[in-house]
């Protein structure tokens, strides 16, 4: 059960000297937006969005927001940003989701099992996407989606038409799309030019380096 994450509301003017000082405090700055209403300018606890993050459904994470002096609304996590020398969150994007509305989300591709283009025939496997954007109720987001691959060959791929098409879930990425494909390796590199090969390559370059001749 996702925990409720507790915000307050922002007054004052909205700069970067503001936003540090909510920091300095131990909060981060926030935007709360969405569902027909306005929007509103809250701090909330690093520490709870960062759990929320690094959980298994990650930003797909369905999650009550009690802000104070208005009642609870479930919202998700719809950008963020992080400070990057000190890896630290900056300011986070909350959207107010409607249970009972369908709403596009990218949801990763896990691959399953080993391709038998890999452990048979020598190939490598390719995962060209990593994830796949579907539209469904919020209650059915999935976690990840699972595609077993232990049938792959080389030279053939899993697109989004293979991925498993569930009720309720319909996928807005191209069904011609490459999910994965196995592909070969090339055996033998180029040959070396020969040094006489070399030596005719780089006497022009020399001569045109030279003192230019005289006229006469």
């Not at 990057?84 to 399953?112: E, T, W």
């Not at 232990?150 to 011609?176: C, K, M, W």
């Amino acid at each position: 059960m996702p925990e409720t994450v507790a915000a307050r509301p922002r007054v004052g003017k909205f700069n970067k000297n503001a936003a540090r000082r909510v920091r300095v405090a131990g909060k981060i700055p926030a935007i709360l937006y969405g569902a027909g209403h306005e929007s509103i300018a809250i701090e909330v606890d690093p520490k709870q969005i960062l759990r929320i993050l690094h959980s298994e459904s990650g930003h797909n994470t369905i999650f009550d927001v009690a802000v104070e002096g208005h009642g609870p609304v479930k919202a998700m996590i719809v950008d963020w940003q992080y400070e990057p020398i000190k890896d630290s969150l900056l300011h986070i994007d909350l959207k107010r989701i409607a249970l009972d509305k369908l709403m596009r989300v990218h949801v990763p591709v896990r691959l399953v099992g080993t391709a038998v283009g890999v452990k048979v025939q020598g190939g490598i496997l390719d995962q060209v996407m990593r994830e796949v954007e579907i539209e469904c109720l919020p209650t059915a987001i999935p976690q990840h989606i699972d595609v077993d691959i232990s049938e792959l060959g080389l030279h053939q791929a899993i697109r989004v038409a293979d991925l498993p098409h569930t009720n309720g879930l319909r996928f807005v990425s191209a069904e011609d799309a490459t999910v994965a494909h196995v592909i070969s390796i090339r055996a033998e590199a180029e040959p070396a030019p020969a040094e006489g090969a070399a030596a005719a390559v780089t006497e022009p370059e020399v001569a045109k380096k030279g003192k230019p001749e005289a006229k006469k």
